[in-house]
Structure formats: structure tokens, C-alpha cells
């Protein structure tokens, strides 16, 4: 009875030009506030001086919703971009939460686990209300994770202070390869979740200009030229 109603409703919808209902289309990717960044969430920013979450080469930030805590990533790739929590400024043993390009043009949310220098996919996901997209050559994410987990090696509780691993890269079929530089920028000391700071970590690309042994140098070199030569 029921396949016999739906082949009246095809007739009349190819009679009448009616087309059926369509579900509603997704809502788009809300862009990442960056004004809110050290006031009710905290960030961190891996680039140029100034940049912002369309602008790093890396963003992060996170904040406390209810028993979640709400990640937002996005890095200049079309590959992946992830966050490591670490007991350490090393790799290996790391609760890794990566934001995947895949072939078909969708941004999964994937868990690792840092065996050594090897991420391995975790089956147990802690992610959820998952959301992404890949626009202008940048992989953009968002998702929650609970702040307390029962006790388990790959999974962490966010409750305690880590240290975070920030990396991105290309992908290959949607599977993760190496990271695009050889030593991944990781934050100064471990985060705690309850404390909002903006932080800002210059690309290597504007390191040289930054360090206090630079600029003495850039001083004396302009009071040589200023002064002249005997």
C-alpha cells in the first residue's frame, strides 16, 4: 500500500511540475570571533604578527561550555590541522584531535593517539556537535569534547594542564601524512582550561627580527650608520 501511495505522489509530482520538499540546507560554518580571544575563550595564534583565525598559519582556541570544552583549529592547508595535549613539549603518547580534508570535500574530526612519531587512529572519538570546511585553501573546524573521561591511556581528562601540540599538513586520501615543518610549534607551558589568554607565537618566518640579540644588533648597526666612520 505504502509503494503504491509514493508511486501516486511521483505521477503527481511529474504532472503538476511540483518538485518534493528537499531537507534544508546546512547551515554554513559560523567564522571563528577572534575579538572574544583572552576575554571568554582562550587562543592561541602561530603566524604573522596580527593575524587572525583566516589569516595564521595556525589557530586554536578553546572555552568552557557546561561540561564540555568547545575547540576551534584551522591552519593554511587542504590537508589536516590538529591539536596534541601532551605531558610534555615532545611527541609521542599524545591525546591528538585532528580535523581531516577528505577526497569527497568534507572536514572529519578524527582522534589519534602519538606512538612516537606515529599517529595512530583511535576508534574511540570524544568528539561531538562536529563541525567543518574547507574554504580559500583552509581546513576549519569545530567540536566539543567532554572536560572529564573515565581514566583511559588515549583519551586525557582537560580538567588537568597539558602541554599543547599544534601541527598541520597535507593529506593524502583523507589519511594524514607528515606534518609540513620539522619542529611543530608547541605552547610556552601547559594550558589550563579555566584561563583565558591570547597568545601569540611569530611563525619562523618572523622569529629573526623578534629576538632581543636581533634588535640589539639592529641598534648598534644603526648607530654605526648614524655616526659614521672615522
Request: proline share 7%.
Amino acid at each position: 500500500f505504502l509503494v503504491l501511495v509514493f508511486y501516486l505522489l511521483m505521477i503527481y509530482s511529474d504532472y503538476t511540475g511540483y518538485p518534493f520538499p528537499t531537507a534544508p540546507p546546512v547551515d554554513p560554518f559560523a567564522k571563528i570571533r577572534v575579538d572574544d580571544c583572552g576575554k571568554t575563550k582562550g587562543c592561541f595564534r602561530y603566524g604573522k604578527p596580527g593575524c587572525n583565525a583566516e589569516t595564521c598559519d595556525y589557530f586554536l582556541s578553546y572555552r568552557r561550555i557546561g561540561a564540555d570544552v568547545e575547540f576551534e583549529l584551522s591552519a593554511d592547508t587542504d590537508g589536516w590541522v590538529a591539536v596534541g595535549f601532551s605531558s610534555d613539549k615532545k611527541m609521542g603518547g599524545d591525546d591528538v584531535m585532528a580535523c581531516v580534508h577528505d577526497d569527497n570535500g568534507r572536514v572529519r574530526i578524527q582522534h589519534f593517539y602519538n606512538v612516537g612519531q606515529w599517529a595512530k587512529e583511535i576508534q574511540r572519538n570524544p568528539a561531538r556537535d562536529e563541525e567543518g570546511v574547507f574554504e580559500n585553501n583552509r581546513v576549519t573546524c569545530r567540536f566539543k569534547r567532554p572536560v572529564n573521561v573515565p581514566r583511559e591511556e588515549t583519551i586525557v581528562d582537560l580538567h588537568l594542564s597539558w602541554y599543547y601540540l599544534f601541527a598541520w599538513g597535507p593529506a593524502i586520501q583523507g589519511s594524514i601524512t607528515r606534518h609540513d615543518i620539522d619542529s611543530p610549534p608547541v605552547s610556552e607551558r601547559v594550558v589550563s582550561i579555566y584561563k583565558y589568554e591570547d597568545i601569540f607565537m611569530p611563525s619562523a618566518a618572523y622569529q629573526t627580527f623578534s629576538s632581543p640579540f636581533c634588535l640589539l644588533l639592529i641598534v648598534a648597526l644603526t648607530f654605526y650608520l648614524l655616526m659614521g666612520t672615522p
